[in-house]
């Protein structure tokens, strides 16, 4: 049972590329998160998704855009690639709105 | 508004002294409350969580945490610290009118000194 997968677990993008997130999970869990991880900022949630074909915006969505067209996938999508987006890139998933939620590895993206 | 406050973003004890980490929060309605573990360059992990079933509860390595509604507290404790302690521990909590988002504490990073 691989849980919840995120790829790629580096990157190193230039200002103005765009990448694609990829995250994936096989517990058939409803919810599903993108959150960023900043030194002493704690977790801020950028999108979530309670279902497949609802997504909805969390804390600080700019810059970033999500689509969930399968209960599977919830991929994360940065269009012009700012410095301000590097930072640590988690996925989760969860049953319910208020259960535990399952965490991927992590994708540690800098842009230069 | 639901928020999580942790006292003390760097935390240190030496092996086998009492760890307590501490978790207040605040939120309008009946709270989930949960902590995670992360190691260096891993994802979360859940220790433990609260859904109003005990006010005492015991999570995965020896840790458990007591929710006490009066004080919207919910400290991380452990009686023996061990080496593989050392990480990073967030609090998080919920609750119905979180609008299914988990609110994070900023972190404490136990330290744990030989």
């Known amino acids: 049972n691989a849980g919840v997968t995120q790829t790629p677990k580096f990157r190193i993008l230039k200002i103005g590329q765009s990448m694609t997130l990829q995250c994936t999970q096989d517990m058939n869990h409803n919810y599903m998160y993108w959150y960023r991880q900043d030194p002493g900022m704690g977790l801020k949630l950028i999108y979530y998704?309670?279902?497949?074909?609802?997504?909805d915006k969390g804390e600080v969505p700019n810059g970033y855009n999500v689509s969930r067209s399968t209960t599977e996938d919830f991929p994360l999508r940065l269009e012009l690639a700012a410095p301000s987006q590097t930072s640590v890139y988690f996925c989760a998933s969860s049953y319910h709105s208020t259960g535990s939620a399952f965490f991927g590895q992590g994708t540690r993206l800098t842009v230069v | 508004a639901q928020s999580v406050t942790q006292l003390g973003s760097h935390v240190s004890v030496s092996e086998g002294a009492l760890v307590l980490l501490r978790c207040n929060y605040s939120s309008s309605v009946p709270p989930y409350l949960f902590w995670y573990v992360q190691y260096p360059n891993q994802g979360l992990q859940l220790l433990l969580k609260y859904t109003s079933a005990a006010t005492l509860v015991k999570g995965i390595n020896g840790f458990e945490a007591e929710f006490k509604k009066s004080e919207t507290s919910f400290h991380l404790t452990k009686p023996s610290a061990h080496m593989s302690d050392a990480a990073e521990y967030f609090c998080?909590?919920?609750?119905?009118?979180?609008?299914?988002?988990?609110?994070f504490g900023t972190g404490t990073s136990l330290t744990v000194i030989p």
């Open positions: 998704s309670v279902g497949a074909g609802i997504t």
């Open positions: 998080a909590v919920s609750d119905q009118n979180t609008g299914n988002q988990f609110y």
